[in-house]
């Protein structure tokens, strides 16, 4: 799952649960995360890729933010460019809209794509479990569809850049699975000033199940990282690691012929434990009935959003230009 700023140590010395080198939580509540990248500004021009960026606050109860970004060439022409709502990963408890991975990530996708990119910092587990940060990610998108009838409040870059017949979706790991859910609920609910999405696109999502599929193993699943770190973050979840916000192929899960979204992206990486259930997602997209038009892009030979943490190798930019490529 993508990489929050570690939490600096604490002198607590009781552990309630531990996941190596991942997070840590005290018996008197607090929480130390062990892994992520560093929290770094915004800038209003990056140096590599032109972009410009700026913090924004989307709601104060509860408190929800986001980093926008603005291409170059949106800030010298008039014409309107599609907007990319997108969710961070990090298993739900882990990473950062700001932080410096987030930061290289969304600049290199505004860049390539031409998009105005609006990345959610949404509530985290364990302090807010589910579906806290399914609720944070819906508000945002509403609140961007909000300025489709804003002509002189709200947000300039929305307001002055946004084309709000083309708004994405677009999310990582837990971010992808994020994804999925705000596709199904746009869906069944109205968006402001009858905004609809475009497309969606989940690269690696964290989507998994109480039986195996594939290559996953089938000895010791009740022991799996994916499912422990589930009960964690969403430990009132109904039906467990087949809720249907993890497990969008279970028995009881609504239709995907639902999905409030006209074409779908599933990106997949040979080596990742989650390949499977991307694929899996991929064929029940196409036999639902759903009328959008979904495709699969799988990257051999590599892990679990490798090209978030490796953006300059080849396979990475080859992710980079497929979504370009989507996001039109």
């Known amino acids: 799952m993508a ?13 309630e649960i531990e996941f190596p080198n991942l997070i840590r939580v005290y018996k008197d509540g ?10 770094v500004p915004p800038s209003l021009h990056d140096s590599d890729t032109g972009v410009s960026s700026k913090d924004i606050v989307i709601s104060d109860h509860p408190s929800v933010s986001a980093r926008l970004y603005l291409p170059k060439s949106a800030q010298s022409e ?70 489709s009838a ?18 994405y979706l677009g999310g990582d790991s837990a971010g992808g699975t994020i994804v999925h859910n705000i596709a199904m609920r746009s869906g069944a609910e109205d968006l402001p000033g009858g905004v609809k999405l475009v497309g969606a ?11 195996p599929i594939g290559s996953e193993p ?34 009881e899960a609504p239709s995907l012929a639902s999905m409030g ?20 997602y991929y064929e029940a997209a196409k036999k639902s009935g759903w009328k959008g038009k979904v495709e699969l892009f799988e990257v051999e030979g590599e892990e679990h959003c490798f090209h978030i943490l490796n953006p300059e190798t080849d396979n990475a930019k080859k992710v980079f230009n497929r979504l370009a490529s989507f996001l039109v």
């Open 78 to 147: 008039a014409r309107k460019i599609p907007i990319l709502v997108y969710f961070h990963g990090g298993a739900f408890c882990l990473e950062s809209a700001f932080s410096f991975i987030g930061q290289r990530y969304l600049n290199l996708i505004a860049s390539e794509a031409n998009v105005i990119a609006v990345s959610v910092e949404y509530r985290l587990a364990p302090e807010h479990h589910l579906p806290a940060a399914f609720e944070d990610c819906w508000e945002s998108l509403k609140w961007v569809s909000s300025h």
């Open 3 to 15: 990489s929050t700023t570690p939490t600096p140590p604490t002198t607590t010395t009781e552990i």
């Open 150 to 167: 804003i002509t002189n409040a709200g947000e300039p870059w929305l307001a002055n850049h946004g084309d709000f017949n083309r708004i």
């Open 261 to 280: 979204c006209s074409k779908l992206l599933v990106c997949a990486c040979g080596r990742d434990q989650f390949r499977d259930r991307g694929v899996l």
């Open 30 to 39: 607090t929480v130390e995360r062990l892994y992520g990248s560093p929290i």
């Open 201 to 211: 696109f989940l690269s690696c999502p964290y989507f998994w199940g109480s039986k």
């Open 218 to 251: 089938k000895e010791g699943r009740g022991e799996s990282l994916p499912l422990l770190l589930w009960n964690f973050v969403y430990p009132s979840a109904p039906g467990g690691i087949d809720n249907p916000a993890i497990n969008p192929t279970a028995d």
